[in-house]
């Protein structure tokens, strides 16, 4: 895991995709290349309610990336100072290794320079201190760039306050 | 060096607050106002540099060489086009009379300047859109508080209860007023949704209602009842401010929620649940009275039984609830000056104000300036100036379009980009997209009133220009400058600002000038005045309707079964289009698989049918037109409905990415552009019905 985690409430997403949208603008990414995706589940019945459910899908920024150590060439890389993986452009000479090894489909195939590319949560952004496009012109503000500890720290918060107000 | 300049979007008719960075002469970062929406922006919004970006629009002004719709064009200087133009609109003119030129657009915050230019040539035929769009709305406000849909706002943010008929408000979204409802829901907030298929937003609520399409009426009188049975309104509130209580009382006797429940398919034990739920969440109430509410031959009693259903809340002027959007009078700070011109002193062509003394004159409606083309009566209409605005793809049924329009003699399109109409047309007046060009200062009303400004980020790539700039070419070449007094961008902002005391580096910081630091808020025992019907109350009773001859309270009428074999319309959008202006777009032409609409169609329905999920169905209108679209099989849409996005299906071959890909559910609406209501004024646009059969796939699918 890299130093980062992208982390999404489901309860306050709507769906709207602007996410990839705002990552496609970002990053130039071709048709049928999606660094992030919204996935649509829905609509199913839950509770005798319909419902709408939607998952955020984008790259974990693995530990131990598969995709890093399926590359022959050495362009998927982990970046050393907090953990980004990204595919150096340069060196990437199109075998698809790397798609074929990510259990989750992250790395995205790009017809047009017969590269891989994939997220990398915008990291010439987070060197300016900012925080990923997808996750800055979020609708709702469901999308949260954060650490693993500072998520964990708000989600037992969250879970507590909720917990509270249920028992009134 | 990278520089921030503040706008407003202009993706949809929303027109969010914007922050773009600019390197160069490029945007290179746009999200929403920081200072306002924190840098939300939706799928569209961001999609606003790919569209500047974008070859496939007018590169420059155009005179059509071939025949209407060919597209053959010569391409022509500025110069060349506006007097073309101006020439044959003194020719009709003079032939034809003054009036017989129409001006429509899309509306919104710049439309006085289409409106001026309208009056100041001596025609007092300037409409828009929203004829499809929230006239029922509007009048249905206006027959109550007689304050236009604008009149009263919602304070979502602070709402126990939102109630959304057919309002998709998460789906079709404007970024503060979305994140506004996913806070309420944050905050314990509850939805009630009502509608003929599930949504993301109905996918949201806390009870949902699945009724039989054009029975929303029905419903709301079922609730009425029942929140008079169970005393669930403001007993002090309507005692002061509201006029005929009584008659709304003998009036809805009838229609009891279990008569509602069996004419709707619902539940009636959930009615009356959810009255009490009401009860106890009220003031704090909010039921949407419906934006795009041009649907059913009834949606404006639907609306005003949605309005009424407020009022019993007393839900005006209280946190939670709606409040009356405040003008910069209401900061003690004068207002912008505008760009206006009276309107020449003769009845409008489609009788708004005359014929129909209750509907508004303001814009008219559009539907009823097209048959005066064709018949002449009340008086001839010969030439149109349409403001980035497809007749085509937003009004029912091209084939009747088309038969108004080939009788018009000059069809001029103002628009950034290519549409139906802009194919069509004689002469293409190309604006700059949103972000090449400025526009006049605009005022935004609430709680906390504004002045923002749209300013040019970067320069035109094409020979294209702003409409004010257009405007001020084609009233010059009228003899009507002076309604224009201004050269530049610079002197229009400084004049609207003159009496206001601002200056235009006050926008610089933020993009805006807010009137006030704190909310306005007027005292809810003191609302006298603020209502502006011929009584001072609130008029369960409209005078207005009453003198039109037109009942306030209209008894349920069932609509229409579709016959055997035939589907109830129903169109929508998805969150990333703002309709067929989206289509085309290079980034949110990607999100829809194929860049085709697709159908949803009821489980049970497609299982007799023979169609399975994902199955290719011929849909076809009861006219010529239609064409194939994969199914989407559900048990969430009722079975007498189905549904499909709006905006797809164009026939512009300049548009690569969206051309004759999917179908039209404009198109397939035959019939439909002469179906209107009285009462509101709004067409119908759930007023058709398709067949379904299994086809093979389109060819390039």
Known sequence: MSKYIVTHDVNSCIGCRACEVHCKEKNDSPPGANYCKIITVGPYERQGIPRFDFVYMSCFHCEKPWCVDACPTGAMQRREKDGIVFVDQGSCVGCKACIAACPWGVPQWNADTGKVSKCDLCKDRIDEGLRPACVSKCVTGCLEFTTPSEASESRRQHFAEQMLRVQG | ?701
Not at chain 2, 130 to 145: M, Q, V, W
Not at chain 2, 494 to 507: C, H, K, M, V
Request: with cysteine; net charge neutral.
């Open chain 2, 1 to 701: 060096m990278k520089k921030s300049v503040y706008s407003l979007c202009g993706m949809c008719a929303v027109r969010c607050p914007l922050r773009a960075e600019v390197e160069g002469d490029e945007v290179t970062w746009l999200e929403g106002n920081p200072h306002i929406l924190g840098g939300a922006l939706c799928a569209k919004g961001s999609a606003g540099i790919a569209r500047y970006r974008d070859d496939e629009r007018p590169h420059g002004p155009l005179i059509r060489e071939g025949e209407r719709g060919e597209g053959r064009w010569r391409q022509v200087s500025w110069d060349e086009a506006i007097t073309y133009v101006t020439d044959k609109l003194k020719a009709i003119q003079k032939k034809y009379g003054k009036e017989s030129v129409m001006v429509t657009s899309r509306g919104g915050p710049f439309q006085n300047q289409y409106k001026t230019f309208c009056h100041a040539i001596g025609s007092p035929n300037y409409t828009n859109h929203d004829c499809t769009c929230g006239r029922n709305t509007h009048h249905a406000s206006k027959s109550l508080y007689g304050l236009g849909r604008k009149g009263l706002a919602y304070d979502y943010k602070n709402a126990r209860h939102l109630v959304l008929f057919g309002r998709n408000i998460l789906t079709s979204l404007k970024v503060a007023e979305a994140s506004a409802v996913v806070e309420m829901l944050r905050r314990g907030g509850k939805i009630t949704a009502v509608d003929v298929r599930v949504t993301p937003t109905s996918g949201k609520a806390n009870r949902f209602f699945l009724v039989r399409p054009g029975t929303d009426y029905a419903l709301a009188l079922g609730m009425v009842n029942e929140m008079l049975k169970q005393k669930a309104y403001d007993q002090k509130f309507i005692k002061k401010y509201v006029k005929d209580f009584s008659k709304l009382q003998s009036f809805v006797k009838p229609y009891t929620a279990a008569w509602a429940a069996k004419e709707c398919g619902v539940d009636a034990a959930t009615i009356k649940a959810f009255v009490t739920d009401i009860k106890q969440d009220m003031p704090r109430v909010i039921f949407h009275p419906g934006w795009n509410l041009a649907r059913y031959k009834d949606s404006f009693y639907v609306s005003r039984m949605l309005h009424i259903m407020n009022i019993l809340m007393g839900n005006i002027e209280v946190e939670g609830g709606q409040f009356f959007p405040k003008s910069p009078a209401d900061c003690g700070k004068k207002g912008l000056r505008n760009v206006d011109c009276p309107k020449p002193d003769i009845e409008r062509a489609d009788g708004c104000g005359s014929t129909y003394p209750h509907l508004d004159k303001g814009p008219g409606l559009e539907h009823l300036l097209l048959p005066p083309m064709k018949t002449g009566k009340p008086y001839p209409i010969k030439a149109l100036i349409s403001n980035r605005h497809d007749l085509m793809a937003s009004l029912p049924d091209k084939e009747q379009l088309l038969d108004y329009l080939n009788h018009c003699e000059l069809l001029v399109s103002m628009d950034a980009l290519w549409g139906e109409f802009t194919w069509y047309c004689d002469v293409v007046l190309p604006e700059s997209t949103f972000l090449e060009r400025s526009n006049q200062l605009v005022t935004q009303k609430g709680l906390k009133p504004r002045f923002a400004i749209r300013q040019q980020a970067v320069s035109p790539r094409y020979d294209t220009k702003p409409s004010w700039e257009i405007y001020k070419m084609l009233a010059d070449k009228m003899g009507v400058g002076e309604y224009f007094p201004y050269e530049t961008i610079e002197d229009y902002w400084n004049w609207q600002l003159e009496p206001t005391g601002y200056s235009i580096e006050d926008f610089q910081e933020k993009g805006f000038v807010e009137l006030t630091d704190e909310p306005v808020w007027y005292d809810r025992d003191k609302l006298d005045g603020k209502f502006k019907t011929p009584s001072g109350k609130i008029e369960i009773i409209s005078k207005m309707l009453e003198d039109a001859g037109i009942e306030s309270l209209k008894p349920y009428e069932p609509p229409q079964a579709p016959e055997k074999g035939t589907f109830r319309l129903v169109y929508g959008r998805p969150a990333w289009l703002a309709h067929n202006q989206s289509t085309n777009n290079p980034i949110l032409s990607q999100l829809t698989p194929g860049n085709r609409n697709n159908i949803w169609i009821n489980r049970e329905v497609a299982e007799s049918l023979g169609i399975r999920n994902g199955d290719w169905v011929e849909v076809k209108s009861a006219g010529e037109y239609g064409g194939p679209l994969q199914a989407f099989v559900t048990e969430y849409i009722h079975p007498e409905a189905v549904y499909t996005d709006h905006g797809f299906g164009k026939e512009v071959p300049v548009q690569s990415r969206a051309y004759n890909k999917g179908v039209s559910d404009a198109k397939l609406m035959t019939g439909l552009l002469d179906v209107w209501d009285r009462a509101g004024g709004a067409v119908a646009l759930c007023e058709s019905f398709v067949t379904l059969s299994p086809c093979e796939p389109p060819a390039d699918a």
